[in-house]
Nanobody
């Protein structure tokens, strides 16, 4: 089992930056692929970025490529999402999740454990 707690959300102006953190507990973190998802009001929860257990493989949805960076520190049991050049359309609740088997890290289907989410609001 992996338990996840997100932090780092907040209110920022368009063009600004935020860094989200996801602290994990549980022995399987270092062998799990990890993903960041977001859900805007009235919309489905979609994957934003993902990273393999060793960090060597990453995935980004098209709308955040070149602006967001996912990383992880297995020694600290933490995964990060650096968000730069933020836009109002990035406003959402951001969740991290674990994919223990590392299958299809670009698909939400294989993520089994979820945090409670952190709100990101980007003002224009």
């Amino acid at each position: 089992q992996v338990q996840l707690v997100e932090s780092g959300g907040g209110l920022v102006q368009a063009g600004g930056s935020l860094r989200l953190s996801c602290a994990a507990s549980g022995r399987t973190f270092s062998t799990s692929a990890m993903g960041w998802f977001r859900q805007a009001p009235g919309k489905e929860r979609d994957i934003v970025a993902a990273i393999s257990w060793g960090g060597g493989i990453t995935y980004y949805t098209d709308s955040v490529k070149g602006r967001f960076t996912i990383s992880r520190d297995n020694a600290k049991n933490t995964v990060y999402l650096q968000m730069d050049s933020l836009r109002p359309e990035d406003t959402a609740i951001y969740y991290c999740a674990a994919n223990p088997r590392g299958l299809r890290i670009d698909s939400g289907r294989y993520y089994q454990h979820w945090g409670q989410g952190t709100q990101v609001t980007v003002s224009s």
